[in-house]
């Protein structure tokens, strides 16, 4: 067992504080010094491998600058991690479930100490503001720190509940599954990243974490901690690289015991889809955990605290530029109040300030090029399906940098089966939805594919309790944004299309990675 106090979420930092601030902008130049231009190779086996092609990440509040490369892992890179992690396998499934623990703690430890350097490099490299960056390095703590702590309910043989049964010992024990391959998203570079890896790895499985292209830099970065923490040579094999090759090539293999993915809808069906099919050679059914996209809607109804539901309105919609799975991107409006919520929430979104991530602006660049111009393709399609009341812009510019800037967007009075209502459009865009009443916005929330987050605004119970019932999501929030789950505290993961409900920081998110063996011994 490991001897610690009980988990307790990381507080986030007052950015309001001048000196907050400051340690911030520190923080950016020492990155600026240390990290930005640096090259991450793959880390296979333990060791430092380095590929002739390379992959370059750019700055999306400023395109004209390399933040850094990483290596680009060829095929024969993936078979190699494959192998090694299966060797890698033999001896850490034998480790104790609190010596694996405890190096997620140290991590911990670690990532605490360089929190403000993980911050920095995010809001250069995929152009997190100040806040953002903050919450998403103390959610990649809590997950360590929580991974820790759950593994110990699995350790030793009984530690599920049987029930004894005369002249037998009966017990369930809990055994890591083997090699698995986790293939990640770029838009939480540093928790997504990290739980993904930790998780499998603190049940005894090895894994391959193959990072998005976009934030390789703050991918190797986790790594080098975890190597730091004193992980041994094998079990988390690190190859950056491209997801239709060596990701594909992965999820084919029939080496491959589980797959772990976050991203989009698309690539998560098609890695579904890969995986079913048997492969010679291959011994197990696949274990595939997938959190894909969402089209979250948040309700406000006419009993609602108006202002704080446009608060929450903004706060969901516009983080991060809307590009959270999570974020807010149907805003379903009553008829009776419709008018005053619109109206309060474009005021109130007219005053989001763009620009870089290193300016702490509130709404940044949208990550790559290919995401600008899908964002723009709606921004075009908009005018068609409804009445642009703000932005509706890609001026692919802010404060005299080059990048991938798109104005925040409200549209209103968008119908409910258009595509402006149903396709996840990741950035900064919002489809205002006209219900007729409350049973109507209910039913406009639960029209589309997806069951990731939603909320409600209202200030009737009856409603309030109808909706936990019937709003088909895997996070509902009442009153309050429909962003930012904390770990253990509003365990993660949506239903429906949004994914397999694996519920990552929550009590039983290591189960996906372990198989359970009954054994009896008849005395
Ligand atoms: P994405 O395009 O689906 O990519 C995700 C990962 O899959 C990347 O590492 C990508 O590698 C890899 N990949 C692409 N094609 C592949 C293939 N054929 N085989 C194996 N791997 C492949 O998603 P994204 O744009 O990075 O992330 C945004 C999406 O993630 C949104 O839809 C968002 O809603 C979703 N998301 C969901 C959650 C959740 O918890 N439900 C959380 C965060 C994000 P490359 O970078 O090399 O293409
Ligand atoms: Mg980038």
């Given at each position: ?55 370059t990440s750019i700055n999306p509040c400023d395109t004209a600058e390399v933040v ?53 490099l995010m809001s250069i490299e995929v152009g997190k503001n100040?806040?953002e960056a ?52 770029w838009n939480?570079p ?22 998005a292209e976009d934030a390789?830099l703050i ?101 991060f530029n809307?590009q ?30 763009m620009g870089t991530g290193e300016e702490?602006a509130?709404v940044t660049a949208v990550v790559n090029e290919m995401s600008f111009n899908?964002i ?18 890609a001026?692919g510019e802010a404060?005299?940098k080059q990048g991938y800037y798109i ?19 990741f950035g900064p ?95």
């Amino acid at each position: 067992m490991i001897k610690v106090q009980e988990y307790r979420p990381q507080s986030f930092t007052d950015f309001t504080k001048e000196e907050n601030v400051k340690a911030y902008q520190e923080a950016l130049t020492k990155v600026r010094k240390e990290l930005v231009g640096k090259h991450y190779p793959l880390i296979i086996d333990g060791k430092e491998v380095d590929t002739a092609e390379k992959l370059t990440s750019i700055n999306p509040c400023d395109t004209a600058e390399v933040v850094g490369t990483t290596a680009k892992a060829t095929i024969q890179d993936a078979e190699n991690a494959l192998q090694g992690a299966w060797k890698a396998f033999e001896s850490w499934k034998k480790w104790d479930m609190d010596a694996r623990a405890r190096i997620l703690l140290k991590a911990a430890a670690i990532l605490k100490r360089r929190r403000l350097e993980a911050c920095a490099l995010m809001s250069i490299e995929v152009g997190k503001n100040y806040a953002e960056a903050d919450v998403e390095v103390a959610e990649a703590i809590d997950f360590l720190e929580y991974y820790a702590r759950s593994a110990m309910k699995y350790a030793g043989f009984g530690s599920s509940e049987t029930t004894w049964f005369e002249g037998e010992e009966n017990g369930l024990m809990s055994i890591p599954l083997g090699v698995g391959v986790s293939i990640s998203p770029w838009n939480f570079p540093c928790a997504i990243f990290i739980g993904m890896a930790a998780a499998p790895i603190v049940a005894g499985n090895c894994v391959i974490v193959k990072p998005a292209e976009d934030a390789g830099l703050i991918a190797g970065f986790m790594v080098d901690i975890m190597r730091e923490a004193g992980l041994p040579a094998g079990v988390l094999q690190f190859l950056p690289g491209v997801g239709k090759e060596v990701g594909e090539y992965l999820v084919n293999h029939a080496k491959t015991r589980f797959i772990t993915f976050t991203g989009s809808r698309a690539v998560g069906l098609h890695i579904n889809e890969v995986a079913a099919k048997v492969q010679p050679g291959q011994k197990w059914i696949k274990r595939v955990v997938m959190e894909l996209g969402g089209k979250d809607g948040l309700i406000v109804d006419e009993t609602a605290d108006l202002d704080n539901a446009i608060t929450a309105a903004v706060q969901g919609a516009f983080g991060f530029n809307g590009q959270k799975c999570s974020a807010m991107s149907r805003l379903i409006v009553v008829d009776s109040v419709y008018d005053e919520v619109v109206n309060g929430f474009v005021e109130r979104a007219k005053a989001l300030k763009m620009g870089t991530g290193e300016e702490n602006a509130n709404v940044t660049a949208v990550v790559n090029e290919m995401s600008f111009n899908k964002i723009k393709s709606y921004l075009e399609l908009a005018p068609q399906e409804g009445k642009v009341l703000l932005g509706g812009e890609a001026p692919g510019e802010a404060n005299g940098k080059q990048g991938y800037y798109i104005q925040p967007t409200i549209v209103g009075d968008v119908q409910r089966d258009s595509r402006l209502a149903q396709e996840e459009i990741f950035g900064p865009v919002v489809a205002v939805l006209r219900a007729k009443d409350w049973q109507d916005a209910l039913d406009i929330a639960n029209s589309t594919e997806y069951g990731l987050t939603g909320g409600v605004c209202s200030n009737s119970r009856e409603r309030l309790e109808q909706a936990r019932a019937e709003f088909e999501v895997g996070n509902l929030y009442f009153n309050r944004k429909i962003t930012g789950a904390i770990v253990g505290v509003q365990p993660f993961g949506g239903y429906n299309m949004s994914g397999t409900d694996s519920k990552a920081g929550g009590p039983d998110y290591l189960a996906n990675f372990m198989q359970l063996k009954t054994v009896t011994e008849r005395w």
